[in-house]
């Protein structure tokens, strides 16, 4: 019994964060969860891929993508999402989605500067006391 507890208890608090996932790793969210900026158009000169870390801490629900303020993309724990975007600087944010998920009144992250022909990927992070955030992510 022992064992058992002591066993829930390393489970219990090993999975309070999130772990980064790689693109190449993570799985392509689906088409129906997907709303913004998914065609190669004349405008579109850079790319950037957006990953939610896997992990417990809020598994239960989706987290939104938004890009510039407008929701992009819901991603599930483990997901990317690729956006083709025109260069320039552009403001990358989350917000938990749903009643019961970690959430601020509005979406929270940072600024990514995006060159022509350049690929970039970030991660949507979670720290083991709920806060949450946007980081450079390799794309290997």
């Known amino acids: 019994m022992k064992k058992l507890f002591l066993a829930l ?24 969860r997907l709303f913004k900026y998914q065609q190669v158009t ?4 850079a790319t950037l891929i957006v990953v939610r ?30 956006f083709h975007l025109p260069a320039g600087e552009w403001s990358v944010a989350i917000k938990g989605e ?3 998920c970690i959430s601020d009144a509005v ?17 949507l992070f979670a720290d ?3 806060n949450v955030d946007v980081k450079p992510l390799p794309l290997q």
């Open 9 to 32: 208890a390393f489970v219990g608090l090993s999975g309070c964060a999130t772990e980064a996932v790689l693109p190449s790793q993570a799985k392509e969210a689906p088409s129906e």
């Open 42 to 45: 004349k405008a579109s000169g």
């Open 53 to 82: 870390d896997k992990g417990y801490l809020g598994s239960g629900c989706f987290t939104g993508v938004y890009l510039n303020d407008v929701k992009a993309a819901v991603l599930d724990p483990g997901e990317k999402a690729t």
């Open 98 to 100: 749903g009643k019961m």
């Open 107 to 123: 979406p929270v992250g940072s600024y990514v500067q995006l060159k022509l022909g350049e690929t970039k990927a970030v991660r």
């Open 128 to 130: 083991p006391s709920g």
